[in-house]
């Protein structure tokens, strides 16, 4: 089954305790997005990779860094939380950087950071 | 600056009955815009794509329609059903250069009552 999962699904941490959110995909996508989405101001990109080691800042990159060492896995690093950056977090990825290919949202990752 | 309004915010209709979804767009230099559905908890999926040279794409009961020279796109559902009860996101992508830079609505939500 086609699919992006992402892990953990729920994760409540505290301010500074570096934190990785994993995101894999089965498809064999080269373009992979992570998106955060809060209440009233929808989802917005953070990061975004076109292939591995290819990775570029979206709208709301301050604060998180990404890796793109293999072409499944696309990891969203927090190295220093902050209560900002509770938020309901979405892994995404597609065939290529056109989004005229039907891109794939994994399940979320809903963090607390207190 | 690139912006997508959707509304109404939300919306609560009976079972049976139809709606229209609006979405309003500044986007520039348009590529393409699609639809998703997103279910409470859950990650977005989607319902249309169109291009520019789109006017009507149709998935089941969901017809979205394109007006390229007003900038607007509306969703239509037909017959709704309970489990049409969602949110309803816009996105807008502008190609810049070799990228596809998505804008996200805020999404208008749907609840359906029998």
């Known amino acids: 089954e086609a699919q992006v999962t992402q892990n953990p699904r729920y994760l409540i941490t505290v301010t500074g305790k570096k934190l990785t959110v994993t995101c894999s995909q089965n498809?064999?996508?080269?373009?992979m997005s992570w998106y955060r989405q809060d209440p009233g101001l929808g989802l917005r990109q953070i990061y975004y990779?076109?292939?591995?080691?290819?990775?570029d800042k979206g709208d709301v990159p301050e604060g998180y860094k990404v890796s793109r060492k293999e072409k499944r896995n696309f990891p969203l690093i927090l190295e220093s939380p902050s209560p900002n950056q509770t938020s309901l977090y979405f892994c995404?990825?597609?065939?290529?950087?056109?989004?005229?290919?039907?891109?794939?949202f994994g399940p979320g990752t809903r963090l607390t950071v207190t | 600056k690139n912006q997508v309004e959707q509304s109404p915010q939300s919306l609560i209709i009976l079972e049976g009955k139809n709606c229209t979804l609006q979405c309003n767009y500044t986007v520039s230099p348009f590529s393409n815009l699609r639809w998703y559905k997103q279910d409470t908890g859950r990650g977005p999926v989607s319902l249309t794509i169109m291009t520019f040279s789109e006017n009507t794409k149709s998935n089941g009961r969901y017809t979205a329609t394109l007006d390229a020279d007003t900038k607007q796109s509306s969703l239509h559902i037909t017959a709704s059903q309970l489990s049409d009860s969602a949110s309803y996101i816009c996105v807008v992508s502008a190609r810049v250069g070799g990228s596809y830079i998505p804008t996200f609505g805020r999404g208008t939500s749907l609840i359906v009552h029998p």
């Open positions: 990779s076109m292939n591995v080691e290819v990775t």
């Open positions: 995404a990825s597609t065939m290529g950087p056109s989004t005229s290919y039907e891109q794939y």
């Open positions: 498809m064999n996508h080269e373009y």
